[in-house]
């Protein structure tokens, strides 16, 4: 998860034609399909070859580095390569999180469990937003609240270390990375956002997030830990 992302959610952009709006939603979800299914393939490289968790620690603090170089290449095709790298290193970062819950009784479907409520959550949100075309940029400075205490708990956990708390910040990034989908997605129906590339890492990082805390979730009250 990432705070720098997330630093200008309240910043309302220009209002371009449909025409632009649309493209920019279409070009948004082929680039988001690409890199998940690219991110899936390097967490299933990352899990073949027992990807040390220090390892995976290190591919996700390189990809959070990477999210500070965004705005200098989204503007270009550098972009593309940077989108594809920056979803590989977190796919692959995955690897070791997914062999601990696979290893659980019925941890396959423990993890397709997961997968399946997070795509029904993103669909299902992302479908209201497209058919309403309602905005949600009134979400913007609460989203941001709380998506800072869930980051100032999580790194205050890693020292307390305290079971529930950890369930408490899964729930709440749950609620927030749902509210960001719809926040996200208004801003480009909306004309909010006018590039596709930056689009695609906001909506990766939410479903991501999503995704881990969904199965943190649901390996705590259905694995065998």
Do not use: W
Request: charge should be neutral; aromatic fraction near 12%.
């Amino acid at each position: 998860m990432d705070q720098d992302r997330y630093a200008n959610i309240d910043r309302v952009g220009s209002r371009p034609s449909v025409l632009e709006t649309n493209k920019v939603l279409r070009n948004t979800y082929m680039l988001l399909a690409m890199t998940l299914a690219f991110s899936a393939v390097c967490a299933g490289a990352a899990m073949a070859m027992g990807l040390s968790q220090g390892a995976a620690m290190v591919m996700s603090l390189t990809a959070l580095v990477m999210i500070f170089f965004l705005n200098k290449v989204a503007n270009s095709s550098k972009g593309i390569l940077f989108v594809f790298a920056f979803t590989g290193l977190l796919g692959g970062s995955l690897g070791p999180m997914l062999n601990y819950y696979l290893a659980f009784e019925g941890g396959a479907s423990l993890v397709m469990q997961a997968l399946g409520t997070t795509a029904l959550v993103f669909f299902g949100l992302s479908a209201y937003v497209l058919t309403t075309k309602k905005d949600f940029s009134f979400m913007g400075g609460f989203l941001m609240v709380g998506l800072i205490v869930a980051i100032v708990a999580s790194i205050a956990n890693i020292f307390m270390g305290i079971p529930v708390l950890s369930l408490a910040i899964s729930a709440a990034i749950v609620f927030i990375m749902s509210g960001l989908i719809l926040f996200d997605t208004s801003r480009i129906v909306n004309g909010g956002e006018t590039n596709y590339i930056r689009a695609t890492v906001s909506m990766y990082l939410n479903i991501y997030n999503l995704f881990t805390s969904i199965l943190h979730l649901l390996g705590a009250f259905g694995g065998d830990d």
